[in-house]
């Protein structure tokens, strides 16, 4: 699950009003039960029903929010397929035919300022944190008139999960950045307080990732928009990923959608992401031995979040002893030479880490803008330390100064 937005600058569409600049004067009334977004008049001008906008939103998606009607205020409201986040200054590009069926693009149109500030939550250790039930935008905390402090409080995407947490279970939030131990849960959500920050202390920003590793939470092993893609992934990809997997019946549950969509052999890749998955992976493997092609993927980002980062090594080593004894391929992933790929920098210690996954059969990077670089330097890496390296067996090859 993630933060909800902190206040109204950054806003999660999936449905809003698009009205002209409130400095243009055939600005349209601003409906208050939706998002508004402040456009020129010029476009607002050209709006029909069925026309789209499209843009790419502060996460790199690309977005389309497709107009519906006009209402009594002035406003086109809009719906978009999937949550975008959009700043000021975003910038658009409308679409629509003309009466003999030419579709035309117009030139980038900027969004206009929102009502409000973007608003950051700071904590140190040692602050209150509220996790909501409810869909209220973030706020910081507040003393009031006889001296108390209200807590920082932030809701989420899945509120129903909020009150599943038990005195002392531990959060983590945007990739173990901050860390909470759960102090209790009242009517309003879960109070947190803060064990983990930075010495400057760490920032909560809307989009950020929630951890509840200690939490079994009931979500489903693939939720309606999976079993919705899964029309798509069949028809097209080669291999599947399975995020969060966490038991053996996940599996059957996929392999039983691939089978009804007529894929019953496509292989799988294992994302071995939680707790949960770790423990079981000899069950995955085994329960699945011999019966569909499977590959295990190392997702040391969400894995380090939950185990934390000291036990990553010798946990990630055990995943690579037990896929090289069941015959299993191995990914290792998530940053590897993060720095590189990112800002053109090679730092030291990823070289190493570069390293060690010659045990791994495949190498999975982020995306940068170096990354053509950093793919090089994998290369050189990876073709030296073949000579070194069989899996887990060191190849003790004669010494080449």
Known sequence: MAIRPTCATLPIISRCAVTASPSDPSCGGVRPDLPSLPVDGELTALLRPGHSLHFTDTRDKHRVLRVTMRDSSGAWLAECDASAYVLPGTRVRWQGLTPDRRLITSDAFCIGEFTGKPQVIRLFRGDRLLLRHDGQPGTVAVTTGSGAVRPAQIGCTHPGIVSLPMSGDAVWIDDGKLGCIVTGVGPEGALLQVSHAGPKGGHLRSGKGIKLPDTEL????????????????????????????????????????????????????????????????????????????????????????????????????????????????????????????????????????????????????????YIADAVGVLNKILTRMDAHQSRKVSRLRRLHW
């Open 218 to 369: 009931p979500v489903p092993a693939l939720t309606a928009k999976d079993i919705n893609d899964l029309d798509f992934v069949c028809a097209h990809a080669d291999i599947v990923g399975f995020s969060f997997v966490r038991r053996l019946d996940d599996i059957d549950v996929l392999r039983h959608e691939l089978a009804a969509r007529g894929k019953p052999d496509l292989p799988v890749v294992l994302k071995i992401e939680t707790v949960a998955a770790v423990k079981n992976l000899p069950d995955l493997l085994l329960g699945t031995l011999g019966q569909h092609a499977l590959g295990v993927m190392i997702a040391r980002g969400d894995l380090a979040v939950e185990l934390g980062s000291v036990r990553m090594a010798e946990i990630q080593e055990e995943i690579l002893w037990i896929c090289e004894a069941a015959r299993m391929p191995v990914i290792w992933a998530t940053q590897v030479l993060d720095t590189l790929a990112r800002k053109g920098v090679i730092a030291c210690p990823e070289i190493t880490d570069a390293a060690m996954s010659v045990r791994a059969e495949c190498v999975m990077m982020n995306k940068g803008s």
